[in-house]
């Protein structure tokens, strides 16, 4: 009887050892996840040697930037579909010699909150309270890609004190060389992202297909512009990561804004008055007197325009040595 007994307790005990063990288990903390803004840049020893993500309040949006570097100041304003993230391949040479702030403009990449309004002028005000305002700089590098060139541009007229030079990168700029009805005839997706509610409807969740099928279109031969070729300058995990941050539906409509409120943008660059700090300006290869011209009424100290060989309009990823050089060159002056 003693064994008997015996054989059952001892099966209870262990049966509530293991239910003990199993529940501890279940309610140890787990491991400090990784947070969003950081997804694409985890692990990575480069960005961990010179790199921080940061964040600022301005006027009620949380604007998100990569800081790193020593020596003068470096802005890097992106355009669309990209982030902070499109200059990567480019700012751990920059940060050898400066200091870079790469920013997510309001409202888009990791920068939440809704700005009040798309428009570049609008855009560069808040870009200007963050860098200068809240990190002090008044001797800005500042340089754009895409629509960002226009808020760059902005930033020099507007602000021409805190501007030491410009970088202006790839766009036609809208004002007195191109009127927003020719602006949005350059390329179907400009008439498309300028409609209202239409493209959000279009892409509804299918953002990561849609970025992944609209970036070679611009590539170096790509058929947004009369070409054949379909490849892509972009990996997988870059497109994703891109993807990340458009999926969120404010993000996804503040990307289509930039682009209706071009309107506005060609007003805001009549009125504005000639920017004489030092610019130059690159572009993909072809383009570089075509985009001169169009800036050229407004920026009026252009030191030089050049082609980036073998480079459609993703000029940091197509050709990201040649960018380097120039911007290297240019920034020492």
Known sequence: MIT????????????ALALLIGTAACTTPPAAEIPAHATATHGDPAFAKTFRHEFAEVDGVRMHYVTGGRGTP???????????????????????????????????GDSTGTPTGYDKATLARYVHTLIADRLGIRDAR??????????????????????????????PLPGPGINAATYRSLSWHIAFHSQRRVPEAVVGDNVREYLALFYPQVSFGGTAFGGTSDRSPFSDNEITEYARTYRRPGALSGGFELYRSLDQDVRDTVAAAPVRVPALVLAAQGQAEAIKATAAPRLTNIVRAVDVPQAGHWLVEENPGFVIAELSRFLKD
């Open 142 to 171: 500042v340089i754009g890609h895409d629509l960002g060139a226009a808020v760059a541009f902005q930033y020099a007229a507007q602000f021409p004190a805190d501007t030491k030079q410009l970088g202006y990168l790839d766009l």
């Open 74 to 108: 470096v802005v890097l304003l992106h355009g669309w579909p990209q982030t902070w993230f499109g200059w990567w391949p480019i700012m751990p040479a920059l940060a050898e010699n400066h200091t870079v702030y790469a920013i997510d403009l309001p409202g888009l």
């Open 4 to 15: 008997a007994t015996r054989r059952p307790a001892r099966r209870i005990a262990a049966t």
